[in-house]
């Protein structure tokens, strides 16, 4: 560790303390390894169905409307107005133990996923699943940030958000061949099991470190209500902007990610096994290369200006949706799979400064239910609508498009990267007033 690190046992220690650490410190690093396993997991099962919506649908006779809406609205809805409630309640008590209810919750209801015969109840499972994951997103943005101090935590909550292209990668892969030799059934119930049996070795092995170690204005202060947290975090104009941007860009990349599947098959006639592979590879390659550059560009220039939090996705966002528009009319899978990995990197910058900014908008006493409310504005915009949209415009578009519907409903979607790099580009003129050190 480094020398400047405060070092004490307490919250609030200053540097130079002879003390050591405590022991939720030390472990660190084992903390953010089940950290990401969990995050892994929740990817894993949230977009599971993408790969398996197509032998749903030929199962279930689902239009792509309704599986827009199973995939997007039916998660969401809970899944976002829960998270604040279940943050204010982090904020107070144990975030360890709410991820790990949370982890069982949610991997129960994937199992269930499996047992469904008709679109209703697959709707209800989905949004089962969507309640148990309100839980394990925000407390554990907290935790990190009370694991490692400011000039480490872009480079942690990165490393943290591997989960996202290692579960998504996970989710489609082994959703796709065990849907293809088995079946989408068994996909879903051997995977929620798995998370059940999981949950209990979370708990035992992560501890809750003491909140606002590292930040020692705020340290061992009581958490803020969730008014004066809405009043804190309302009044900064880069909450809303950043939020609304992030929100944006989740519209894309949601959309993407879960309709991207069916136009493999559509435009592309691949085959379930190999659409798994080639979206499994550009979902790990892209996306882990995409959360290593925002956090090491975020811990690097954000020690010069503040403004680089938004800047720096917003610059990836602008150069990510030309390099889509490329690879979604490139005909060739092969030239198509190595087009894709640019993008999907790109597209992902934005987590690492992001979500860094947004925990200095508001005091250590604050950060998860302020992460909560960021990720309300962001999903429930993101997934929900993103989802929607693709499927609803890809239906709009069938009879002129036919098959490659899908194709276009992309090219058309991609224009909301343009208004999140506008609003991330508007939040860097503010940043810097309403950060909290």
């Given at each position: 560790?480094?020398?400047?690190?405060?070092?004490?046992?307490?919250?609030?220690?200053?540097?130079?303390s002879?003390?050591?650490?405590?022991?939720a410190?030390?472990?660190?690093?084992?903390?953010?390894?089940?950290?990401?396993?969990?995050?892994?997991?929740?990817?894993?099962?949230?977009?599971?169905?993408?790969?398996?919506?197509?032998p749903?649908?030929?199962?279930?006779?689902?239009?792509?409307?309704?599986?827009?809406?199973?995939?997007?609205?039916?998660?969401?809805?809970?899944?976002?107005?829960?998270?604040?409630?279940?943050?204010?309640?982090?904020?107070?008590?144990?975030?360890?133990?709410?991820?790990?209810?949370?982890l069982?919750?949610?991997?129960?209801?994937?199992?269930?996923?499996?047992?469904?015969?008709?679109?209703?109840?697959?709707?209800f499972?989905?949004?089962?699943?969507?309640?148990?994951?309100?839980?394990?997103?925000?407390?554990?943005?907290?935790?990190?940030?009370?694991?490692?101090?400011?000039?480490?935590?872009?480079?942690?909550?990165?490393?943290?958000?591997?989960?996202?292209?290692v579960?998504?990668?996970?989710?489609?892969l082994?959703?796709?061949?065990?849907?293809?030799?088995?079946?989408?059934?068994?996909?879903?119930?051997?995977?929620?099991?798995?998370?059940?049996?999981?949950?209990?070795?979370?708990?035992l092995?992560?501890?809750?470190?003491?909140?606002?170690?590292?930040?020692?204005?705020?340290?061992g202060?009581?958490?803020?209500?969730?008014?004066?947290?809405?009043?804190?975090?309302?009044a900064?104009?880069?909450?809303?902007?950043?939020?609304?941007?992030?929100?944006?860009?989740?519209?894309?990349?949601?959309?993407?990610?879960?309709?991207?599947?069916?136009?493999?098959?559509?435009?592309?006639?691949?085959?379930?096994?190999?659409?798994?592979?080639?979206?499994?590879?550009?979902?790990?390659?892209?996306g882990?290369?995409?959360?290593?550059?925002?956090?090491?560009?975020?811990?690097?220039?954000?020690?010069?200006?503040?403004?680089?939090?938004?800047?720096?996705p917003?610059?990836?966002?602008?150069?990510?949706?030309?390099?889509?528009?490329?690879?979604?009319?490139?005909?060739?899978?092969?030239?198509?799979?190595?087009?894709?990995?640019?993008?999907?990197?790109?597209?992902?910058?934005?987590?690492?400064?992001v979500v860094?900014?947004?925990?200095?908008?508001?005091?250590?006493?604050?950060?998860?239910?302020?992460s909560?409310?960021?990720?309300?504005?962001?999903?429930?915009?993101?997934?929900?609508?993103?989802t929607?949209?693709?499927?609803?415009?890809?239906?709009?578009?069938?009879?002129?498009?036919?098959?490659d519907?899908?194709?276009?409903?992309?090219?058309?979607?991609?224009?909301?990267?343009?208004?999140?790099?506008?609003?991330?580009?508007?939040?860097?003129?503010?940043?810097?007033?309403?950060?909290?050190?």
């Amino acid at each position: 560790m480094a020398a400047s690190e405060p070092t004490a046992s307490t919250p609030g220690s200053t540097p130079g303390s002879t003390s050591s650490e405590p022991p939720a410190i030390k472990g660190r690093y084992i903390a953010l390894g089940m950290l990401i396993l969990v995050y892994t997991l929740n990817f894993l099962d949230r977009q599971i169905i993408s790969i398996l919506k197509d032998p749903i649908a030929e199962e279930l006779k689902l239009t792509d409307t309704q599986l827009g809406l199973m995939g997007g609205l039916a998660f969401a809805l809970l899944y976002t107005t829960l998270a604040v409630p279940i943050a204010w309640f982090a904020d107070r008590k144990s975030r360890v133990w709410i991820m790990t209810w949370s982890l069982g919750i949610w991997s129960a209801f994937t199992a269930i996923c499996g047992m469904t015969t008709n679109f209703i109840q697959l709707f209800f499972a989905r949004m089962g699943v969507g309640v148990g994951e309100a839980g394990g997103v925000a407390p554990a943005y907290s935790l990190i940030a009370d694991y490692f101090p400011p000039k480490q935590r872009a480079r942690a909550l990165a490393i943290y958000s591997f989960g996202i292209p290692v579960g998504s990668a996970a989710g489609i892969l082994f959703g796709g061949l065990l849907a293809q030799y088995v079946d989408w059934r068994f996909a879903f119930i051997s995977i929620g099991l798995f998370g059940v049996l999981l949950a209990p070795v979370f708990r035992l092995v992560v501890k809750d470190p003491p909140r606002g170690l590292y930040d020692t204005k705020t340290a061992g202060e009581k958490p803020l209500g969730f008014i004066p947290v809405c009043k804190l975090a309302f009044a900064k104009p880069s909450f809303w902007l950043m939020a609304f941007g992030a929100a944006f860009s989740s519209m894309v990349g949601y959309g993407l990610l879960y309709w991207m599947p069916t136009f493999l098959a559509r435009s592309m006639n691949m085959s379930l096994v190999d659409r798994s592979w080639f979206l499994a590879g550009v979902l790990f390659i892209g996306g882990v290369a995409g959360m290593m550059l925002g956090g090491f560009l975020a811990d690097r220039l954000g020690q010069k200006s503040k403004r680089f939090y938004p800047l720096i996705p917003a610059v990836a966002f602008l150069i990510s949706a030309p390099l889509y528009v490329l690879g979604v009319i490139t005909p060739d899978p092969a030239i198509a799979f190595f087009v894709f990995l640019a993008p999907q990197a790109l597209g992902l910058v934005w987590l690492g400064p992001v979500v860094t900014a947004v925990q200095h908008l508001g005091p250590a006493n604050s950060r998860t239910m302020i992460s909560a409310l960021f990720l309300l504005i962001n999903n429930l915009i993101g997934i929900a609508v993103g989802t929607w949209f693709f499927g609803a415009m890809s239906d709009y578009l069938r009879p002129t498009f036919g098959d490659d519907s899908i194709k276009y409903s992309f090219i058309f979607g991609l224009g909301f990267y343009v208004v999140a790099a506008l609003l991330l580009f508007l939040a860097s003129f503010r940043i810097k007033k309403d950060w909290v050190d």
